[in-house]
């Protein structure tokens, strides 16, 4: 195996030597999963966060993973050989992802990696994945970041990044009689990539259209209490709230505003409202309630059915975006494997890197085609609680029911 030149350098911890060391022993073929035969199974390494900040996530793209396996093995498996998975939890820290990475690469001698969860592992990962010339396609790592760092062996599996997401909600209200437009916002988004991305997206686009911003607060990823930033939410009355927002940071913040009784015309938050454990975690109290989203479980593409099926036969419930977007990354890789005719270290990574360059995928978000960085081409939709539901409402050709606006009271 030759080694691919980058002008990108892996992070200063881990050492040009231990880099040169770790490339021998894989190329050497000393790692214990890798470059099997035609009835060895097809080794995938992963690492996610499976305990730490961003383990609620983690845990819904490792389930969307194992969903893609069983399915992909029930149908015969990748060239005719059985996938596993080989998942390694990073606790949520970057360093320990980068470490994750390089043994699973070097050491394990994996086939193929696929991406951890959240833009602030997927970043250092990806390097760790170039530096090894691995095709490396990611579920959640959207913010625009990602797409600046000159990745070549990068893509993103799914329909838009963070700052695309809000979109068509934000063409939706700018678009609006001047007279019923929101004239003021407040914002609040967890330090981090990817959510203030989602946030930012849409307050930037009402910012440049007049929408005065009255709060704009950001909070460390580990924060519970959200009386202060409520406060100053409430205190404003700003006609929409927008929430850059994973998962139990929302909760604990919507929950604040109910108790404080503040009314938003509207109220945007990213990831938590399509969690299926939201509308408990929140009291019952979504009426209204915006998110946008990559998938829908009703989508009609054809493969989405079959991973409905089988993902609710597994766990009782319809998989959410995270799932579907671990998933989308199998079909991806999937599809590269099964066009190049290949899955191993070595020259094959560039091939599959180099088929996916020019062709498009389909998939259970749709089809997806990728710029020149990763960045996929297509949009996020809108879903709204409406009725005790979470449902499609933007764009109008493909809402499942009519958006509400200004939303009822919570």
Not at 248 to 259: E, H, P, S, T
Not at 344 to 357: H, K, V
Request: aromatic residues 8%; negative net charge; glycine residues 10%.
């Amino acid at each position: 195996m030759t080694a691919r030149r980058h002008s990108r350098r892996i992070p200063a911890a881990i050492g040009t030597v231990t880099i040169a060391g770790l490339l021998l022993a894989a190329c050497s073929g000393t790692g214990d999963a890798g470059g099997g035969g035609e009835d060895d199974p097809i080794v995938i390494g992963i690492s996610l966060p499976l305990t730490g900040d961003f383990s609620e996530p983690g845990k819904g793209v490792e389930r969307g993973y194992e969903a893609w396996r069983d399915i992909v093995n029930e149908n015969g498996g990748l060239l005719g050989r059985p996938v596993e998975l080989k998942i390694l939890d990073d606790q949520s820290n970057a360093d320990r992802v980068v470490s994750d990475y390089e043994s699973l690469i070097a050491q394990d001698g994996v086939d193929l990696v696929f991406g951890p969860f959240s833009t602030r592992l997927v970043v250092p990962s990806a390097r760790v994945a170039q530096e090894y010339g691995m095709l490396f396609v990611e579920p959640a790592g959207a913010a625009a970041e990602v797409f600046e760092q000159g990745f070549d062996n990068l893509f993103y599996a799914a329909p838009a990044i963070a700052n695309d997401h809000y979109n068509n909600l934000a063409d939706y209200l700018l678009a609006l009689p001047e007279d019923q437009r929101p004239e003021t916002a407040a914002v609040a988004a967890m330090d981090d990539p990817f959510a203030q991305g989602t946030a930012y997206g849409l307050r930037d686009k009402l910012e440049e259209a007049g929408v005065e911003i009255l709060v704009d607060e950001v909070y460390p990823p580990n924060t519970t209490d959200f009386s202060t930033i409520a406060a100053k939410i409430a205190q404003s009355d700003a006609d929409i709230v927008i929430g850059g927002t994973q998962y139990q940071d929302a909760v604990n913040l919507i929950i604040a505003l109910q108790q404080l009784n503040y009314q938003p015309e509207l109220a945007a938050f990213s990831t938590a409202p399509t969690n299926p454990e939201f509308a408990a975690a929140i009291g019952g109290a979504t009426e209204g309630i915006l998110a946008p989203t990559g998938y829908s479980p009703d989508s009609q593409f054809p493969s989405n059915i079959e991973f409905v099926e089988k993902y609710t036969e597994m766990h009782g419930n319809p998989p959410a975006e995270d799932e579907a977007n671990a998933y989308t990354t199998g079909q991806v890789v999937a599809a590269a494997v099964e066009a190049v005719g290949c899955a191993e270290q070595g020259e094959c990574q560039q091939e599959l890197i180099d088929w996916l360059r020019e062709n498009e995928v389909e998939t259970v978000v749709g089809p997806l085609s990728w710029d020149e960085t990763g960045k996929p081409t297509g949009a996020h939709l809108i879903q709204q609680w409406v009725g005790g539901e979470i449902r499609i409402v933007l764009p109008e050709d493909v809402k499942e029911t009519d958006f509400l606006f200004p939303k009822p009271t919570w």
